[in-house]
C-alpha cells in the first residue's frame, strides 16, 4: 500500500509556542488530507480537511486560528499548533487520500504531542 | 451529518472464539469502508477495505461485509487470539472520512 510519513512522532513544547506536523505521502499524489486528534481511549475526531491550494474546512468547534492547516503541494500537509496550551496535549494523526472513482485513504503513523 | 457507531464498545473473550464487530452508519453514500486496528498508543494499521460495489472482503482469519443500503458492516474474526487484542475501528469514505467509536477487544489465553 501508499505510504503516508508523519513527523515528528513525538514532541514536548512548553506552553505559548508553536509547533508543526508535517504529513508527507511518499508515493503517490494525494489530493485530500485530513487531520484527526484523538483523545485518551477515544475514537479519532476529525478536525479538518485539506486540499492542495485550497484552504482547509474546519470541523465545527475546531479553532482555526490555533490549528493552521497548509496544504501547499499534493504530497505535503502541515498542521501548526499555535500558541499551544497543556489542553493541547493530545495524538494527531493525518491521513492522505487518493482520488479517482474509489479513493482509499492512508494514515501517518501519528504524533503524540505532549505541552508542558 | 455522518454518524458512524460501533458495538459493542467493549468485548472480552477466550482464545478461539469467533467474534463480530458492527459498524453502523446513518448516511449510505459512500465510496467505501476501511478498517482498521490500532494498538495502545500506536498509529492505525489497515486491515480492510470494501468497495460501496461489494458486499466482502477477506484477509486471513478477517472478513468484513457491507450493506450499503441499510448502513450496516461486520468484521468477522475466525479463532482470535491474545494478539489479536487491540481497538478495531471502521472509518466510512465520503466527502469525509469519518471514524467510528471503536471496540476495544481483548483476548485473553
Known amino acids: 500500500g501508499a505510504v503516508v510519513s508523519q513527523h515528528p512522532s513525538r514532541v514536548i513544547c512548553k506552553s505559548g509556542t508553536s509547533v508543526k506536523i508535517e504529513c508527507r505521502s511518499l508515493d503517490f499524489q494525494a489530493t485530500t488530507m485530513f487531520w484527526y486528534r484523538q483523545f485518551p481511549k477515544k475514537s479519532l475526531m476529525l478536525m479538518a480537511t485539506?486540499?492542495?491550494?485550497?484552504?482547509?474546512?474546519?470541523e465545527q468547534g475546531v479553532e482555526k486560528d490555533k490549528f493552521l492547516i497548509n496544504h501547499a503541494s499534493l504530497t505535503l500537509s502541515t498542521l501548526t499548533v499555535t500558541s499551544a496550551h497543556p489542553e493541547d496535549s493530545s495524538f494527531y494523526i493525518c491521513?492522505?487520500?487518493?482520488?479517482?472513482?474509489?479513493?482509499?485513504?492512508?494514515f501517518g503513523q501519528g504524533t503524540r504531542l505532549t505541552v508542558v | 451529518k455522518q454518524e458512524v457507531t460501533q458495538i459493542p464498545a467493549a468485548l472480552s473473550v477466550p482464545e478461539g472464539e469467533n467474534l463480530v464487530l458492527n459498524c453502523s452508519f446513518t448516511?449510505?453514500?459512500?465510496?467505501?469502508l476501511q478498517w482498521f486496528r490500532q494498538d495502545p498508543g500506536k498509529g492505525l494499521t489497515s486491515l480492510l477495505l470494501i468497495q460501496s460495489s461489494q458486499r466482502e472482503q477477506t484477509s486471513g482469519r478477517l472478513n468484513a461485509s457491507l450493506d450499503k443500503s441499510s448502513g450496516r458492516s461486520t468484521l468477522y474474526i475466525a479463532a482470535s487470539q491474545p494478539g489479536d487484542s487491540a481497538t478495531y475501528l471502521c472509518?466510512?469514505?465520503?466527502?469525509?472520512?469519518?471514524f467510528g467509536t471503536g471496540t476495544r477487544l481483548q483476548v485473553f489465553p
Open positions: 491521513s492522505a487520500r487518493l482520488g479517482g472513482a474509489y479513493p482509499e485513504a492512508f
Open positions: 448516511d449510505s453514500a459512500i465510496y467505501n
Open positions: 485539506s486540499n492542495e491550494g485550497s484552504k482547509a474546512t474546519y
Open positions: 472509518a466510512v469514505n465520503t466527502d469525509k472520512l469519518i
